[in-house]
C-alpha cells in the first residue's frame, strides 16, 4: 500500500493559477498510474487528470484540458497538478490516487485506483 498526501490547495480569483502535489511513501509509486480527482460536497468524485508511470501518457477531463497539467517526479515520489485559468467550477477538493495493479491504460472511474491522500480544498472566487 502507499500512503498520499496532497497539499497546495488554497483560495484564489478566477484567472489564477495553483500547483498542487501529492507526495507518496513506498516503494511502488515509481512503476504506478496515477490520478488526479475532485469532489464538491454532496456530490460524485470526478475524473480530473492522470498519468503513466513514466510520464509517456496523460489523460484529461474535457473541463480541465488545456488548463491543467499532470506532471511526476519519480525520484521526489511526487505528482503535480498545475491549475491555470482556474474558474470557479474548479471549486472541489481535490484527491491524488494510484491505479490499482491489474487495471490497464489510465482509467477514469474511481473504483481503478485504490489507495487515495485525505484530498486538498481549491477555492476559486469569482
Known amino acids: 500500500q502507499v500512503q498520499l498526501i496532497e497539499s497546495g490547495g488554497g483560495l484564489v480569483q478566477a484567472g489564477d493559477s495553483l500547483r498542487l502535489s501529492c507526495a507518496a511513501s513506498?516503494?511502488?509509486?515509481?512503476?504506478?498510474?496515477m490520478g488526479w480527482f475532485r469532489q464538491v460536497s454532496g456530490k460524485a468524485r470526478d475524473f480530473v487528470a492522470a498519468?503513466?508511470?513514466?510520464?509517456?501518457?496523460?489523460d484529461y477531463a474535457d473541463s480541465v484540458k488545456g488548463r491543467f497539467t499532470i506532471s511526476r517526479d519519480n525520484a521526489q515520489n511526487t505528482v503535480y497538478l498545475q491549475m491555470n485559468s482556474l474558474k470557479p467550477q474548479d471549486t472541489a477538493v481535490y484527491y491524488c490516487?494510484?491505479?490499482?495493479?491489474?487495471?490497464?491504460?489510465?482509467?477514469?472511474?474511481?473504483?481503478?485506483?485504490?489507495?487515495w491522500g485525505q484530498g486538498t480544498q481549491v477555492t476559486v472566487s469569482s
Open positions: 513506498g516503494r511502488t509509486f515509481s512503476s504506478s498510474a
Open positions: 490516487a494510484r491505479r490499482k495493479f491489474g487495471a490497464a491504460g489510465l482509467p477514469r472511474g474511481m473504483f481503478h485506483y485504490d489507495s
Open positions: 498519468i503513466n508511470w513514466n510520464s509517456a501518457y496523460t
